[in-house]
Structures are given as C-alpha cells and as structure tokens.
C-alpha cells in the first residue's frame, strides 16, 4: 500500500490507514472543537460537528412544562433576562409558556451560549420513531393517547383515550418518560431524538 498525499480538500482526514502511516490520520477537520460528532437535525446539515450544552434537554423541558410559567426553564438555561421577564408576565399570559413549550418539544430552544441541550442518548434497538413529535403529541393531546398512537401502542392509546389520559396523571408519566428518553416504540426501540 503506497502513502500519498491526501487528495486535496480531504483536509488530510480519511479512513484509517488511507493516508499516511497507520494511527496517523491528519488534521481534524475544520471546525472541529471537540465537540460531538452528529448532524442531521434541523439546520444542520448530516455529517457537521455539533457541540452540545452541558444543560440537558429533558431537565429543561420538565422546567418548562411544570415551571415554564414562573421562567424556571429559562433560569435553569442561564437566561436570566428572559427569566425576569417571563416570571413577571406569568409566562406572557400563559402565550411565552405555550410557545416555550412548543420549542422545548421540537428541540429548538437553545442555552445561553447559542448551543443546542443534550438530547436523551438512544440506547435499545433502532430508534425510528421522533421522539420530537412524541413529546409534542404528548404536550398537546396526550390526554387522548395521541402519543401512544404515534408509537404504534393502538391498545394503551384508545385507554389512554378512554381515561383520559389516567386524569392527567398517565399523561405527565408519560412526558417524564418521554422526555428522559425512556419511552419505547411498540417494538421495544427507543425514540430518534434530532
């Protein structure tokens, strides 16, 4: 096997042992920062480096569901400002509150330095259902098992549905679950988180 030089633009990085001795792979890549590798969520494109925030994403969705009113979600994110403001407004009449909540679901709420929360890691099977749109289903209709029809639990949706949602007790076990990435689709796998 020959060492050439790398094909321009590679920035010296490839597979190991394509180029340069064995163990030796080159520069990283521009940008990189240490940061987690990932991509592939919305803006970002598949293949980028993405540094992810020390806060985590569930912690600051459960602030935002239980607290969101009082700006305990934008306190625990390190916007103090924001905070101030949506405490004093009681959550902007209850509007901030809903739209913050819209957010915290969909994964798009960021920390106080620009960069997105540490969603929960998939770890069970082949994570094919959004855990986005579980949680957000769970928020805006899970008394009605919408969420546990998005996972393919038909059974546990229609009493779900029947209970609704256990009196709002089954449907804020089921956030928490979904949220700490807990939650499994109907065949065991955990959720996709982007």
Partial sequence: MAYGAPPPGSGGYGPPGAYGPPGQYGAPPAGYAGGNFGGGGYGTPPGAIVQYSDKKRSTAFLFAYLLGYLGADRFYLGQVGL???KLLSCGGLG????????LHCLGEVKDNEGRPLLPPEPVFGTPSVNGNHVLLAGVLAGQ???DRFLLGQTGLGVVKLLTCGGLGIWQLVDLILA????LRDAQGNSLHWR
């Fill in 83 to 85: 905070g101030v403001l």
């Fill in 95 to 102: 509007l901030w509150y809903l739209v913050d909540l819209v």
């Fill in 144 to 146: 009605f098992g919408a």
């Fill in 179 to 182: 949220a700490t990435g807990s």
